[in-house]
């Protein structure tokens, strides 16, 4: 109760999912003797004075990977926090002036579809592929000032096409929907990284959009780098989302229906 009562006194609105959370997370400290998942210390607050939080014990061990490590790789399904999180130590590690600037990118190529069919300007055409980014960010920042950082180039949202020739100092990046980038792009990215950057990378990789012939750099990237210091993964599953409730029951329900499909055509 003392748990919950501090998290509450910061702030946040507990629903009934947030309980069910830190019960796991309790659960889990005590079985491994760990430090608490619940320590009343915010990631940062937004403009609003909502307090973020990590709120399931891979969050936890997310966020505290991301602080140990240069280069960290969050993978798992939607929903899960891997990128909001990401963004919540961004903004925070720009506010204490630990990096000068924070550049977020995705692939701007999924499903097929290439920036060249699309119509409009180049803006127009990158934006739907960066909106979840802007996203995010709006909801941590005041969009007035989110727009000031951007004209001042302080943060940069840009497809990862953009990335190519460039060495990024001082920055902290998130590379988002990495399981849509092939294997050039993905090592591509991860050489631009410069002295005194923090990067994260997530991704799904049930949900990879690439043609069949191309490969996922993401899911090569696991396998090759696994081993290599400084480089941090972890891996959220189905437990971890912490979207609205109903997005656990919808996920639970398209499951079912899969399985029951696959059993009637068996």
Sequence with gaps: MEKLSTYYQKGHFLSSNDVKNMALGYKLQLEQNSEPLFDGKAILYSHRRKPIMPKTPTQKMYVETINKNDITFGIGPAGTGKTYLAMAVAVSYLKQQKVNRIILTRPAVEAGEKLG????????????????????LYDMVDSAKVNDMIEKNIIEVAPLAFMRGRTLNDAFIILDEAQNTTREQMKMFLTRIGFGS?????????????????????????????????????????????????????????????EQNEQNNN
């Design 117 to 136: 069919f699309l119509p409009g300007s180049l803006t127009e055409k990158v934006d739907p592929y960066l909106r979840p980014l802007y996203d995010a």
């Design 198 to 258: 923090k990067a994260v990378i997530t991704g799904d990789i049930t949900q990879i959009d690439l043609p069949k012939v191309s490969s996922s750099g993401l899911v090569e990237a696991m396998k090759v780098l696994k081993d290599i210091e400084g480089i941090g993964f972890v891996k959220f599953t189905e437990k971890d989302v912490v979207r609205h409730p109903v997005v656990q029951r919808i996920i639970q329900a398209y499951d079912k229906y899969q």
